[in-house]
């Protein structure tokens, strides 16, 4: 069986990259992938954890966790992608450091 | 399903649309907004016919003999909360009957509105991670949207991008935490992690709440992640900002006040010395970068960011008194940035300007409006007859009993600080008017001015008789066990 260590050393990987993601892209939509690399990360962590609190026992708190916290990212996802095409209406790009109006 | 006032606000959230969709072709256009005010008033009494039993003991629901099963628990600090937070939304519904009236999709924006205070109060309702989480994502999601919603224009859509994206960074922090914790302790519910995490240390729990802290910091808008808050604020609809300013940001307050004083035990995690340092940087930068905007909304927004610091202090001290002056202080604060936004929004209605240098004269056009906006500006100040005062005396006081008398002084100076902003907003008001469309500007309108006199009353009243609001808020903070 894979240590649970893996998982989680998988799970920070994952955390990261997204991060890494979001600081460094430019495009809007490559910042909408970094933030569900990010949720699913945390997603990632919560089934390990679920299936290694005891020997052959499935904590079914932890997956209607993650079953929810998938349907929020789809609606992250959806309401981001929403503003975006809005975004690229008003300002033609969909380079995140072109929209510039709010700053003085 | 979730406790009376949360169920009916969200089954009018619900049918909302219906409502719009039906009335869409009436020449009465704010049908929609009456449906919501009704609703909101349904709702708080529902949760005034509760309040009394709950402030003797938690309501659970669903009612169950285990209880560690029950999902939402309604103490006298989710009262405290849910009082406010129905409040609010009522004067911004009643605001926006008139304000948003010329906007299309009115029905989707009272929609919204309703659940973004559904998410709020199921926030403060939450008794595990769990439900916390996705009444936290329906309020996120909500707000958003809301703060883009006149989305012909770039700078809502801009602001509104920049939101969803750092609050969804703060919302997979917050959900990567709690799995973290999931892990430590294998439940969610707050009453069992308690008892497991009691005296618990290590590397991990200080990862878990520093993850969970971020996911809360950015909604809280404390500083170093505070950098959606201005653009946000000054792009959104003045009564949304007013909304965000009053209520969103501070149920990030009050879930690090739920989570680090019932759950974590701040004094093993150490984080009262953290607390007391974000909370000097949050008002210094807050009240220096508010003395240097022109814009009405970004000065108020910056302020907003002080007040935040303000309530830091509570958490950082600690105690009981600290705690109390922090819930007395959200409940203040909303009153107060409540009525300056309206106000702000009232000007812009009126004016379709809101720099300091555009507004100079306003004031002799627009008397009550003026009155009610010095009001909420002074008790932002706090001075000594209007509620601010009081609640920043509280804090002051309970930095000095916690030994921490550098943080009061830190309010004190910061308060001097924040009136040399507030004072120059007040003297552009009542001086000369220079430019010639002053000249025709009218007084804001009835139905607008109805919910910034009741609050001004409010902030005039609870400044002069505070007793009964702070023995609410004491009860309130008796709720949190690591209170020292």
Known sequence: ?104 | MFSPPLDIILLFAVTTPMVGWCTSKSRFKSFCGLYVIIGLSISAYALYSILHEALVSPVRIPVSIDYLRSSLKIDALGVFMAATIIAIGIFTAIYSLRFMAKDVGISLYYTLLMFMIAGMIGVVFANDFFTLFIFWELMSISSYILVAFRKHNPEPVEAGLKYLVMGAVGSASLLFGISLIYGLAGTLNFEALASALAGAKGSWLYLASLLVFIGFGIKAAIVPLHAWLPDAYSAAPSSISAILSAVVTETGIYALCRIFFAIFNPALVEWPIIFAILSVITMAFGNIVALLQMDLKRLLAYSSLGHIGYMLVGLAAGNQLGLTGTILHIFNHALMKGVAFLCVGAIIYRLGAGRLDEIAGVGRKMPITTVAFGISLFALTGMPPLNGFISELTLFMASVQAGMAWLGIAIVLNSALSAGYYLRVIRALIQPAKSKEIKNVKETPALMLIPICIMTIFILLFGIWPDPILEFARKAAAVLPYAT
Do not use: W
């Open chain 1, 1 to 104: 069986m894979i240590r649970l260590e893996y998982f989680i050393a998988l799970a920070f990987a994952l955390y990261f990259v997204g991060l890494y993601c979001l600081a460094t892209k430019r495009n809007m939509i490559r910042l909408v992938l970094g933030i569900e690399i990010l949720i699913n990360a945390a997603n990632l962590n919560f089934i390990a954890f679920s299936a290694y609190r005891a020997e052959g026992f499935v904590d079914p708190l932890a997956h209607s966790t993650v079953i929810i916290s998938i349907a929020v990212a789809g609606c992250v996802s959806a309401a981001a992608l929403a503003l975006i095409v809005y975004a690229y209406k008003h300002y033609g790009t969909l380079d995140i450091r072109k929209l510039r109006q709010l700053r003085e």
